[in-house]
């Protein structure tokens, strides 16, 4: 009875899907941008610092996002075939300009 009552209350769904922080490295796609997400770990062997990499696929439904964007995505259902998450917002704007590789 009680397990019934806790899958009906809709903030309990909510509080557990993920989220997660990253740069915007694409946004050509009409309403879908791909996000890189970091995760620094130390390795199992040599306990070193390590900095790890994934891309995401996710939703932005009206556009906000551009390259280079730290954005805030939600884990949601499949959308597509490649797409498990969408746009929840965009924590802070990229300056436009590219740096220069040496």
């Known amino acids: 009875m009680i397990m019934a009552e806790a899958t009906k209350n809709p903030e309990t ?3 557990s899907r993920k989220e997660r922080v990253g740069e915007v490295l694409s946004s050509n796609m ?3 941008i791909v996000v ?3 995760r620094r770990f130390p390795h199992r062997k040599y306990k070193k ?3 790890g990499y994934k891309k ?3 939703h932005d ?3 906000d996002a551009k390259v280079g964007d730290r954005v805030r995505i939600e884990e949601t259902r499949p959308l597509s075939k ?3 998450w969408r746009l929840v917002e965009v924590v802070e704007r990229s300056s436009g300009v590219t740096p220069v590789a040496v």
């Open 30 to 32: 009409s309403k879908t």
């Open 56 to 58: 995401f696929y996710a």
């Open 82 to 84: 490649l797409k498990r």
């Open 13 to 15: 769904a909510r509080a």
């Open 49 to 51: 610092v390590v900095t």
């Open 36 to 38: 890189r997400v970091e």
């Open 61 to 63: 439904d009206k556009g």
